[in-house]
């Protein structure tokens, strides 16, 4: 089981990411849906004008950027979605010429990318932790999962990445070392054998 431990340095900011987390735990429902179909109309007794009306709802409904957009509007408060903006600026003054990320491609990772099944969340008064599995290697990578959580002004302090528990020793709000805890890695691995 991987997981992440964090700092919770703001009650409310925590509680907007559990909206986000339970919108992410959703997505990864077997049956899920956005709930984006194409909405029913009585074609036959519309005016011209309702059918104009009519097209612009099909043509929103069939818009997925704009609907990821909107998912993401709603699930991400703009404090988080400045914080993700100053991170990807770093990011794409390193791309260069080789293209430029939005807040929507951290977003798709965390819906799409990030290949992990979350299993659980539990907090006390200050910390918490996330647990959640995969079947992939790679599955996404963790750095973007950590810059999500000190959006909302968590801080990850330690993980298990699938190889090792690792103290996250931060350099500044985007860079971070590991700093791999040797014994804890056997105890950890050691559980999972019994």
Not at 72 to 91: G, H, M, R, V
Not at 138 to 160: D, Q, V, Y
């Amino acid at each position: 089981m991987l997981y992440v431990k964090f700092k919770i340095n703001e009650t409310e900011k925590f509680n907007d990411f559990k909206k986000l987390y339970n919108h992410l735990v959703a997505v990864r429902q077997p049956d899920f849906d956005f709930g984006n179909e194409e909405p029913d109309f009585d074609w036959n007794s519309m005016s011209q004008k309702e059918m104009e009306e009519a097209f612009i709802k099909i043509d929103e409904a069939s818009d997925k950027v704009a609907l990821e957009l909107e998912r993401c509007q709603n699930t991400i408060p703009e404090y988080a979605t400045s914080f993700l903006k100053k991170y990807l600026k770093i990011d794409n003054d390193k791309l260069g010429q080789l293209g430029t990320q939005k807040v929507l491609s951290i977003f798709n990772y965390l819906e799409f990318g990030f290949e992990v099944d979350f299993n659980h969340l539990e907090i006390n008064a200050t910390n918490g932790i996330i647990e959640f599995s995969t079947g992939n290697f790679p599955f996404g990578g963790l750095e973007r999962f950590f810059i999500t959580l000190k959006a909302f002004n968590m801080i990850p302090t330690e993980c298990f990445d699938g190889f090792s528990v690792n103290e996250i020793q931060w350099e500044s709000d985007f860079e971070y070392d590991f700093v791999e805890l040797k014994n804890e890695t056997e105890a950890y691995i050691q559980k999972f054998k019994s």
